[in-house]
C-alpha cells in the first residue's frame, strides 16, 4: 500500500498530495541536484514494488529482498541506488515485549523509495523532521536516508532505556526474598536482548563506512549527521552487550539463590521435625509395657514427663534459633 | 555415479540427453566465452573421479578431496579451476533433525563438475532456475557456480527457521510446570545449531572475497548476485549465533527452574510430613502407661483428643497454605 | 551555571576574577598561537549551551548530545573543534557504590568549553595542575584537553582498587563458612564493573589515535602525555577485565559452596534423625501388647533396655562423627 | 640417537644405507638445486644435536630449543633455514587417551634434520610417502617439510574422529538415566580437546603464510600442497573447537540431570514415606490407653483397622503413582 | 638503593667495583658504540630517581610510573630512550602461591638503568648470563634489555608448570571422593592464572614489535633473540589460557560431583530410614489395644513377628543395595 509520495526540490516539499508512482517517477527523471522524490509504502503488495522497479529501475536481487520481512540489517550499495535494511524497535509499555518491525530503503540520486513491514516503524515524524531542516533536504535524497536512519536509531534508545528499568525490576525480584524467583522473565529479557543486538550490530559496520565517507554519493556535508547516528548505534549496541552479560550474571545469581533459599528450607524443616522427634521419642518409651517401670507408677510421672517433653521442645527451638535454622 | 552432463551455450542447453563425459570435456575444450558442459555426479566410485581429472586436468589434492566427505567448507583456486567445497542443511520434519550433506564443485572457465555426498543436496532446483536465467547462463561456468552456491544458502534459511520453531517449542516446555525438563533436546538442538555454524561460518570469508572481487575469472555482473548469497549466508550464521546463545541461557534456566521445582517438591513434602507428625506425637503422648493419667479416664478424653488432631491437621493445613508451601 | 570562565596566555593565568562568555568569545577571536579561554559549566541549562554555541560556533550535533548526560565516551573531531565526552568514576567510600558523572568538553584552537553533569566529576585540581605547568599550558588549548582527560582517567585508579578491595572482601565471604552467601553483593559489584568497562573502553581507540598523532591539531610535545592517559586507561580497562572474570568464578565458587553447605546439613540432619529413630524403634517393640514377651516380666527389663537405646544413641552418634556427618 | 640419514637427488635416493652426519654435512655442502639430505633423530642427546649445529651451522637459538619437548608450534625463518616445531597427536585405543609427542625440524636449502621426542610421531611413512614422488622429491628440502607437516596435520584428523566417538559415548552416558552422570570423563574430554587446540591452533598462522607465498624459499608449486595441509589443520582445529562448546554444554545438561535426577529421588522416597507415615499414624491412634474407645471394643474393630490402613496405602500409592512421584 | 654500576664496553664489564652514578652518566656520555653503563636500583627512593632523571635525562612521565610499583607491563619509545615495565613471576613453593613483582627499564643508546620492585626480581643471573656473551654484550644496550626481558619471561615458565601441577593435584581432589571438594582452591588457582595472564599478554604485542623490527634502534642481530623471548612468552600465555578455562571447567565439575555427591547422601540416608519405617509400622500395629486381635494371644505371635521385623529389614536392605542406594 503506498502511503505518500512527495516531490522534495530546493529544501521544500512541492506540493501538499501525494503524487503517483508515475508521476514521481518522471519527475525524478527530470530531477536536478538537490531534487528528490519520496515514496512511501506500507506492507507492499509483490505488485506494488515491481511496477516501482519498473519505474525507477531496481535491482531484482533487492526487490526480492524487499518483497519479505527478517532480512538482515545492511547496507548494499548498486550501481544507480542504495539498498537499504533496518530493523526497528518499540517496547510495548503494557506487555513489556519488545516488538521488531523492518524498514527497507531504496535510495538513488533524485528518490528515496521506503518500504515498512509490521507495525511501529511509521515515519512520518522522520520525514516532518527532516522538512523542518530546509538546509539538510536541499542535500537531496541522501538527507532523506539519514532522516530514516536517524529515526529509526534514535528510537533504539528509549526501547534499551526501558529493558535497563525491567532488568531493575528483575533484579529487585531477585535479591528480595519473598518474591518467586523470575527465571522465565530473566530469560525473556536476554531473548530480547540478544534480538536487539541482531538489529543494531549489522548496521555498525555500514554505518562506520558512512561517517569515514566510504559512499561517494552522500555529500560530505553529511557526513557528521551520519557519524551521529553511528554514534547512537554504537551506545545503543554497547548497552545492550552489557545488558546481556548483567541477564547472564541476574540468571546465576538467581540459581544460587534459589539454592540458598532451598537450604534455609530445608534447615526450617528439619528443625521442626527435631523438635516434634525427640518428645515422641521419649512418649514412646512410656508406652513400653515392661512390668518394672517404676515411673510410670509415679504419681506425678505423667506431668513430669510432660514437663521433659515441653522442656526438651523449647531447649530444642532455642538451639535451633541460634543457630538460625528458624 | 554420473547423474546429468549437459551442454550450454548462448545462454540454453543444447541437448536434451546426458553427454558422456568424453563428449563433455571435447566439448569443453572447443567452448569459447560464456559456454560450458555441467557435469553432477552423485556418490562418486573412485573411477567416475579419475576420469573426470584426466579428462578435465583437475589437480590432484582437489580430487584426492573429493573422493570423500567430511570436507571443511571451502573455495579454493587453482590455476585452471576453483574447487568449492558446500555443506548441505535439510531439516527432517518428522525426526526434527538437521541431516547435513556435502556438495564439491568443479569449475574452470567451460566446465562444472558437481560432487555430491550424501542425501538432501539435489541440485535439479539450480539447474531450472539456472536454465530460466538466459541472461547469467551466458556468463559462463561460473553462473552455474553461483546457481548453486545460491541453491545450498538458500535452503539453509528453512532449517534455521525450524531450529527456531523447534527452540520456540523447547522454550515452551521449559517454561510450562507440567512438562518435564526438555534438557536432552536442548542439549540436541545446541548440537545442530554448533554444527550448522561449522558449516556456514567458513564459506563467510570466501563468498566476501567473491563479492568484493577478489576472484578475477569471476564476472563483474556475478558480483551482486554473489553478494546476496553472501548477506544470505551471513544472516543464516547470525541467526545460528544468536540461538547458540539462547540455547545455553535456556539450558541455564531450565537448571534454575528444576532447582526452583526441588524447592516446591521439598516443601509439599515437609508439610504433609508435618500434618501428619503433629497428631502422631499427640498419640504417642496417650499411648504412655503412666497409671496417673487423668484425661484416660475421662468420658470424652477419646473423642477430645481426636477433635485435638483434627485441629490439628485443620490448623497445620491452613498455615502451611498460607505459606504458599502446599 | 557557569563555573569559571579563565584567559591563559604565554603559559599563565590572566586574571583571577571570571570573564563573561562574551570576554572570552572575542578574546578567544583574538588569540594567537598557545593562547585560550577555558570555560567550565555545570549542569547547564540549555541557554547557556546555546548562548555558547553562538559565541563559539559550536556544531549542532555536539551541543544537542551536551545538553544531555548519558553520552558514550567518545572524541568527535569537527572543522573547528573538537567534541569529547568522558565519563568521570567516584567510589563512594559509606555506600560502598561507584557513582558515574559526565564531562563534555568542546576543544577549539583558543577556547576550552568544559561541562560537566552530575557530582564527583569536578575539575579544579586539573585546571591547577595545568596552571603549574607553564610549559605544558604554553601548548595552547589541548593542554587543556590532555588536564581534563588525564584527571578523569587518573581518578579511574582508585575506583579500581576500591573494587578491588571490595571484591576481597566478598571472596573472603564466601570462602568464610560461618557468613552468608554474599550473591547480591557478588552481583552488584559484577554490574559496576561491567558499567565502568562501558565508560573506559570507548575512550581506548580515540586515546590511541591521540598517541599516535592521528588528529594533526593536537601539538607532537602532547603526545606522550596522551600515551601516558591512553596507558593509565589500559591499565584500568584491564584490570576491570579481570574483575569481571573474577566475579564470575566467584559467583560460580559461591554456587559450589552453596551447594556443599547444603550437603553437610543435610548429612548433619540425617545423622541426627537417625539417632532418634532407632531408640524409637526399640521402644515402639516394647510397646506391643503381645501376652508372651518374657522381656516384659524381667524385673531389669526396662533398665536393659534403657541402657540398649543408650548404646545405640552412642554408637550411631560414634558412628555418624566418624564419617563426618557430625 | 640418529635413526636414517639419506641423500635425495633427482628425485631419488642415492642408496640404501645411512649416511654418517659428517658425509650428509659434505653432500649438503656441495648438492645442487633439488638435492638434500635427510636426517632422523629420536630422543636425541645433547652432544647429537651440537654436533650436528656444527656440522650444519644450526642457530644457537633454534639448537637450544630443539634439546627439549614442550615447545610451542611453530615455524621460525632463520637466515639460512627454518626451525620448525610440530605437536603430533595419537589416540590410544585402550586407554582411550590421546598422546601428544613432539617433532623438531631443520630445514634449510639442502638439507632437512628432524627431531622426535616422545613416541608416537614416527616419519618413516612420511619419508615412504614422499620417495613415491620424485616431482614433489625434485623440488627439495622444501618437499621434506611439507611430507612432514603433512603426515602429521594428516595425523590429527582420526584422532580428531575418535575423540568425537568419546563424545557420542559421553552424550549416551549423560542422557541414559541408568548410568552414573560420567562427570570426570567429560572433563578429561575438555582437557585433551583443549590440549588438542594448543598443538594445532599457533599452527595456522604460519601454515596461511606458507600458502600465501610469505616464505620465499619455498617454490611456487609446493604453495598448493601447504594449502591443502592447512586446510587440513583448520579442519581439525575447527571440529576441535566445536567439541569444546559441545563439551561444556554435556557439562551443563548433566548438571540439569544430576538435579532432574535428584528431583525424581526426592519424590520417590517422599511417596513411600508418606505411604508409611499415614497407617503409622492410625495404629498409634489406636495404641492410645483412653478407657473409653469404643472401637477398641468391637469386635471387628481390629480388622476394620487393618483394612483402614489398606485402603490408605494402596489410596496413597494410586495418588502418588498418577502424580508421577514413582 | 642503588645496587651495582657497572660500566661495559668491548663486549666485557670494565671493573669490578660499583660506580658512582654521576661517574656512570658521564662515561655514559662519553661512550662510543656497543659501550654502555648498567644501573641497578631496588626500591628506589624519589631522590634515587630524580637523581638519576636528572644525570641521565629520564622523561618525567617514564619517572614517575616508576616511582610507583603496579604499572601495566610495556615498552614506551621515548626520544632519547626506552621505558620498559616488566612483571615478573615467582611461586613459592611452600605457600603454593605465585608472587608478583616489578622491574622497569630505562633503556638509552649507552646506559640501561634497572629498577626492581617487591621480591623475587633479582638479576643477577642475567647480567652474569650476558657477561658470558661478549658477542651480544658488544651490541650494546640493547643487549642488556634483552638479557632482562630473557630472565623475566624465562622465570614464567617454570611458574606455569607449577600451576600446572597445582591444577593436577586439584583435578585429583575433586574426581576423588574421599577429599572434601576444594571449591576455594580451584578459585584461588584462577585468581592466580588471570593474574599471570595479566602480566604477560600485555608484553606480547611490543615484543612482536621487536621481533619485527618495529624498533630502529635495536640492532638487526637482536631480532631474533627477541623473537625467541616473544615465542616463549606466548607459550606461558597460551598456557595459561589453556589453565584458565581448565580451571572454569573443573570449578563446573566440582559443582556436577557435589549434586552427584548429594544425590548419594539422600539416597543412603533414604534407605536407611526406609529400613528402620517398615518395622516401627508393624510395632506399632501390635500396639493398638483392640480387646479382640487375636494374633496377640499366640503363643509365638512376639517371636513371629520379630522375625516379621527382621525379614522386613534384610529384604530392604537387600533391595536397597540391588538399586545401589547404600
Redesign the interface.
Known amino acids: 500500500m503506498i502511503i505518500d509520495c512527495a516531490h522534495y526540490k530546493d529544501g521544500a516539499r512541492q506540493h501538499e498530495e501525494a503524487l503517483s508512482p508515475e508521476q514521481a517517477a518522471e519527475r525524478a527523471m527530470a530531477a536536478g541536484e538537490g531534487e528528490f522524490v519520496w515514496i512511501g509504502i506500507h506492507e507492499p503488495e509483490p505488485d506494488d514494488l515491481n511496477r516501482l522497479a519498473g519505474l525507477f529501475g531496481l ?1 531484482e ?1 533487492a526487490v526480492e ?1 524487499a518483497q519479505m520481512a527478517h ?2 540489517p ?1 547496507i ?1 550499495d ?1 550501481d544507480a541506488d542504495f539498498f537499504i535494511v533496518l530493523r526497528t524497535a518499540h517496547y510495548h509499555e503494557d506487555s513489556e515485549i519488545v516488538h521488531f518491525g523492518e524498514i527497507h530503503v531504496f535510495a538513488g540520486a533524485n528518490y528515496v523509495i521506503t518500504v515498512r513491514h509490521g507495525p511501529g516503524s511509521e515515519l512520518a515524524t522522520a520525514r516532518q523532521r527532516l522538512e523542518d531542516r530546509p538546509d539538510l533536504l536541499a542535500l537531496g535524497a541522501s538527507s532523506a536516508v539519514w532522516a530514516i536512519v536517524d529515526k529509526v536509531v534514535d528510537d533504539y534508545l528509549p526501547v534499551v532505556d526501558a529493558i535497563e528499568d525491567d532488568i531493575e525490576e528483575v ?1 529487585k525480584d531477585v ?1 528480595d526474598d519473598d518474591v ?2 523470575p ?2 522473565r ?2 525473556h529479557l ?2 530480547e536482548v ?2 536487539f ?2 538489529a543494531v550490530w ?1 548496521l555498525l559496520s555500514p554505518l562506520n563506512a558512512l561517517e569515514q565517507g566510504g559512499y561517494e554519493r552522500v555529500p560530505e556535508e553529511l557526513r ?2 551520519f ?2 547516528v553511528a ?1 547512537h548505534a ?2 545503543a549496541d ?2 545492550v552487550s ?1 545488558q546481556r ?2 541477564l ?16 534455609e ?3 526450617k ?2 528443625a ?3 523438635i ?6 521419649i ?11 517404676p ?8 506431668a513430669l ?2 514437663a521433659l ?1 515441653a522442656l526438651c521442645v523449647t531447649g530444642l527451638a532455642l538451639f535451633f534459633r541460634r543457630i538460625d535454622w528458624i
Request: glycine content about 4%.
Open positions: 535491482h536481487l529482498d532480512q538482515r545492511k548494499e548498486y533484579e535479591f518467586p524467583a527465571t522465565a530473566i530469560y536476554k531473548r540478544i534480538e543486538h541482531r549489522p557528521r549527521y557519524r551521529d554514534d554504537r551506545r554497547e548497552q552489557s552479560e548483567l547472564t550474571s541476574v540468571l546465576e545469581a538467581n540459581l544460587a539463590l534459589v539454592s540458598v533459599n532451598q537450604n528450607v530445608v534447615k524443616i528439619s521442626i521435625f527435631g516434634v522427634a525427640v518428645p515422641t521419642f512418649a514412646s518409651i512410656y508406652g513400653m509395657n515392661f512390668d518394672n517401670m515411673e510410670l507408677q509415679w504419681h506425678y510421672g505423667y514427663v510432660l517433653m
